[in-house]
């Protein structure tokens, strides 16, 4: 039988400063053993993150305190071990990989060297052997040219580059354990499918137990073998990934399953309108490298796009990161400029406008980007955020307040939020607020980028049902931005397939999520994480797309 690796028992965490409200945690219960990976899922605020912080003894001790039970590491218990202790454990027998690699890399470093301080500090080898055991490494997560790698910066890497970086630094003297907090929300599907690959043929290879910390049941689905569920600081269910998929106990499971997106497109609506409110003609976007002692080099980003906008219609953007998604996005809003082409904004060409001039038509198409906790100024309340746009358009404060009012609760929020900090919220919250600043202008087109990528399922349901009975109600265009395949498929009339800044291929979301004609859109398909699964089924559905 595989050895326990972790065993956590009726843990419970609280307040540092000893409030009287609940447990963050309370009597949470976990087995894992070698060679085996766990998945905890569930919604924002589950106790997920608390869960694994506190098995790397990362919490932060000023505001949270294991008040009672007990976390064993192969045996040896961590709650109540010491600082230098924990610290010696840490890469050596646990490894943690977050979910934005980004902001766990030191920027002024390079990766070759962020590995090898980890070498440093607890191997006793010279400094060449260190070298190779990191390129050994950087090979063995599958990075190309290793030598390049070790000696770039993170900004010089791609997403996925960044991550496989990371798992190389967390695996490099090969822990028992090694916990990974989303580590693949952030990124497309394929290079998703890839990450989730290299886990695993790494966690065979070197029988590491994982604890996979995600809300995404499409990748429980293609790589847990256990599956706890948690809410509101309490596991809720716990067992194996087909028991629980195919016959889920608890409602909250049942919901969770539930909230998953199909991949089969939804029904085709009926167009209302042939009213064209937003088009691209040609459209490209070029940069050029200008970089001191740099050779100077041309990257074209976006590549002659031709795509038309009808009112009432979705179109849906779809590619891998760095496919142009995004600048093509900002192109049509004119927040950069493109290199040549034609944008129409109903019949105005707006491409040949000034700035000055511009400023009329911004009300007319508006955006919610990915992160709304960074396009809202922390400083302003939720009252200040929405009636900033009415206000600079000359609307009276008294009526621009109380559209805010009549905004929030078109969104589904409470007016007392109005005045509330960013801060102060919940991630659909915020971007909630998000969605009723962009609606406080009342626009003919409204650019969704990943708009809903960044939250947990539910949520991400929830946002968008109110899309769809926004665009119902207001007749609203909507772009809608994302890599998300099955979160296409439900929301979008027709979608663009965007590969190396040209559109591949575009139609009818049922046509071309369905029957896919071009080599890229069929990759993206098959890499779309549990495809073969009907999460709304009790089991695996037979059929799969063709």
Known sequence: MASAVLQISDLEIRLANGAASGAILEKVSLNLVEGETMCLVGESGSGKTVTALSVMGLLPVADLRVASGSIRLAGEELVGASQ??????????????????????????????????????????RRLERRERVEDMLAQV????????????????????????????????????????????????????????????????????????????????????????????????NGLLKNVFEAAKHNHTKKLLAAVPHLRPREARTATSDEMVLEAQSLSKGYRNTAWLQPQQHVDAVIDVDLALRKGRTLGIVGESGSGKSTLARCLLRLIEPSKGRILLGKTD????????????????????????????????????????????GVARVQALEKAAELLGLVGLPSKLLRALPHQLSGGQRQRVALARALALEPRVLVADEAVSALD???????????????????????????????????CDDVAIMQGGRIVEQGPAADVLIRPRHAYTQAL??????????????????????
């Open 142 to 237: 599958e990075l190309p040219d290793v030598k390049r790698i070790a000696a770039a910066y993170p900004h010089q890497l791609s997403g996925g580059q960044r991550q496989r970086a990371m798992i190389a630094m967390a695996l490099i003297l090969q822990p028992k354990l090694l916990i990974a907090d989303e580590p693949t929300s952030a990124l497309d599907v394929r290079t998703q499918k890839q990450i989730l690959d290299l886990m695993r043929r790494l966690r065979d290879q070197h029988g590491t137990a994982i604890l996979f910390v995600t809300h995404d049941m499409g990748v429980v689905a293609e790589i847990a073998d256990h599956v706890a569920v948690m809410q509101q600081g309490r596991i809720v269910e």
């Open 84 to 125: 230098h202790r924990l610290r010696e454990l840490r890469t050596t027998r646990m490894a943690m990989i977050f979910q934005e690699p980004m902001a766990a890399l030191n920027p002024v470093m390079t990766i070759g060297r962020q590995i090898d301080e980890v070498l440093s500090a607890h191997t006793g080898l």
């Open 350 to 393: 707006i491409t040949a406008l000034s700035r000055t001039a511009l400023t009329r038509y911004r009300r007319d198409i508006q955006i919610v980007v990915q992160d709304p906790y960074r396009s809202l100024n922390p400083r302003l309340s939720v009252a200040d955020i929405i009636t900033e746009g009415p206000l600079n358009f």
């Open 525 to 546: 398909v098959e890499a779309v994480p549990g495809r073969h699964w009907n999460f709304a089924a009790p089991k695996p559905a037979e059929a799969t797309l063709s």
């Open 457 to 491: 399922m539910s949520t991400q349901a929830e946002i968008l049902r109110l899309l769809a009975d926004l665009q119902k109600r207001l007749g609203l265009a909507m772009l809608f931005v994302t890599h998300d395949l099955r979160v296409a498929a439900q929301v």
